[in-house]
């Protein structure tokens, strides 16, 4: 009988504490990755999933700088000397925000980045790039500008990127973040695949009930910075809150019924379909390059006073093209969008930020200020909001995303999750009437996103609010019109009820039906509009 191998990573008593905090981010953790295992990694935001997989990948300590203790070994062997391009022949990881790690122009050059740092041949290069494409089902982006790229795009680049370094355990930070509902079920498949080929993965997914559905050997449930919960997939789903993490809407709705619940108390908007649209688009189409491909085709679309609009749609389906349209940031090839009658065409972009406040996708691309609080000023006083006013809109942002105590704090020195709720308190500061947000609950748990979407639906002052997401729950449960992207078109606009009714359709869009809006279906002759899983418990009979 022969000694077992070492395990690909092990973890004991591991802590680590930042050397701009007071307190720990992590502390007490200990866990084992085994060949072919998914272990999941859940928990809030914040809790400290980032800081445990920057100790992992060498991150902490060579780029974060703190007080760090306990023990991390890769193959049996400890990572204390090493540097990071030893670790990296063993870990690659993917980050949460894709804009930070992306560095090359074309995709096919991006995917090869990693490979050509370490002198491999082209030829073999090309074969290991071109592989991982095809697992992602990318392909045809290979020869595409990352620039031009969609930032679900961008995310499967940058996996694609990690996946062709075809390292021996796999950190995947939040890897379905950007991804429309089609694309993280490929992912997924891909990540079971190549855990079924002997590959350690290590998964962080506020989308709990997606990475369910391929079996992850083991889940690790953390709050607060500790390991709360490890064990297998039924333990998590008897354990864990709820009401923080999102369950499947079925276990919610046992585990909830006939627990106290105080349903969120704003009201779905009315809005008069005849009333003059704040924001019409007529006919807009767009190409980037002059003699490039045209992304958007003949787009018609009007917002009123009153709707809570989602805007869903595959990944480079034209989203945030058509939204950057009423901002100013891009301008139509042909057509116009009109922003309360006047062409944006005939405006500046400052002019529009009166009106119209506009939350990007990716934080970095909005974050610089020295503090938090620096931060979400920015905006009012640029508005010309007095002291007093602009005070009192800084205090209400942040207690609407739950940052009160990282006011001081550098905003690009917190975890994505926070760093995204900064971006939206910083354009809610702004009290603009026209609320604009690309994927608000990208990094965000269950509680959180929920608790600063209900306060923004209850906040007097908004005529509209508008948000991108591939959540079909969040558009479900929040919004009273949905409209659907495909291809650079509009393909469905209506009520959730209208546009969510038929499965096989859905499918063809790269949305796929949820078990809150399954649930949601069946019940919808009692309920008359669509909930979530704990108001229905309390309905169930």
């Known amino acids: ?45 914040g809790c400290g999933k980032t800081t445990l997989m920057c100790c992992v990948n060498g991150l902490i300590p060579h780029t974060y700088q703190g007080y760090m203790q306990g023990e991390i070994e890769l193959y049996g062997k400890s990572i204390k000397g090493m540097g990071l391009a030893e670790i990296s022949k063993h870990v690659g990881t993917l980050l949460q925000d894709p804009e930070r790690q992306i560095l090359g122009t074309y995709v096919i050059n991006e995917v090869c980045f990693g490979l050509e740092s370490q002198g491999m041949p082209r030829e073999e290069m090309i074969q290991k790039a071109e592989k991982a494409l095809e697992r992602l089902h990318i392909t045809h982006l290979k020869d595409k500008e990352t620039h031009y790229t969609s930032g679900g795009e961008k995310q499967k680049v940058a996996l694609a990127g990690v996946l062709a370094m075809e390292p021996n355990i796999l950190l995947l930070d939040e890897p379905l973040a950007s991804l429309d509902p089609a694309s993280a079920r ?38 607060n910075g500790r390991v709360v919960y490890q064990g297998d997939v039924k333990g998590l789903l008897e354990t864990a809150d709820y009401t923080r993490i999102k369950l499947p809407a079925q276990t919610v709705m046992r585990r909830a019924k006939g627990k106290p619940f105080e349903e969120c108390c704003f009201a779905v908007p009315a809005f008069d379909p005849q009333s003059e649209p704040l924001v019409s688009f007529q006919d807009v189409c767009f190409r980037y390059k002059e003699d490039g491909p045209e992304v958007l085709h003949g787009i018609n679309l009007d917002i009123r006073a ?28 042909s057509g116009q969008v009109l922003l309360e009658g006047v062409e944006t065409r005939k405006t500046t972009v400052a002019n529009v930020a009166k009106t119209i406040g506009y939350v990007f996708q990716s934080p970095s691309q909005m974050l610089f200020a020295p503090t938090v609080r620096e931060e979400l000023a920015f905006g009012p006083e640029n508005l010309g909001m007095d002291k007093e006013t602009v005070s009192q809109n800084v205090d209400w942002a942040i207690e609407t995303v739950h940052l009160e105590h990282e006011l001081p704090m550098p905003p690009l020195a917190l975890s994505f999750g926070q760093q995204k709720r900064v971006s939206i308190a910083s354009v809610l500061s702004m009290k ?54 495909y291809g650079g078109q509009v393909m469905a606009d209506g009520s959730p009820y209208e546009v969510f009714a038929d499965d096989e359709q859905l499918r063809q869009w790269r949305l796929l039906p949820t078990s809150l809006l399954k649930l949601n279906r069946e019940m919808y002759a009692q309920t008359g509009q669509f909930l979530r899983a704990e108001a229905l418990s309390q309905l169930a009979g």
Do not use: C
Request: charged residues 20%; hydrophobic residues 45%; glycine residues 6%.
């Open 432 to 485: 603009s009437r026209i609320l604009m947000m690309d994927e608000p609950t990208s990094g965000q748990d269950y509680w959180n996103y929920q608790s600063f979407m209900n306060t923004i639906l209850q906040t007097p002052g908004f005529d509209a609010i508008l948000f991108i997401t591939h959540d079909l729950d969040l558009a479900l449960t929040y919004a009273n019109r949905v409209v659907v992207l």
């Open 186 to 223: 490929e992912a997924l498949l891909a990540f079971r695949e190549l855990a079924d080929e002997g590959l350690s993965i290590l998964l962080v997914e506020h989308r709990v009930e997606d990475v369910l559905e391929i079996n992850p050997e083991k889940v690790i449930y953390m709050d």
């Open 306 to 333: 009153g709707e809570v609009i989602a805007i869903l749609g595959h990944n480079g389906s034209g989203k945030t093209t058509t939204v950057k349209q009423a901002l100013g940031l891009l301008k139509p090839t």
């Open 1 to 45: 009988m022969t000694d077992s191998l070492p395990l690909p990573l092990v973890i004991r008593d591991l802590g680590f504490r930042y050397n701009s905090r007071t307190t720990p981010a992590i502390e007490d953790i200990n866990l084992h990755l085994e060949p072919g295992q998914i272990v999941l990694l859940a928990g809030s935001s």
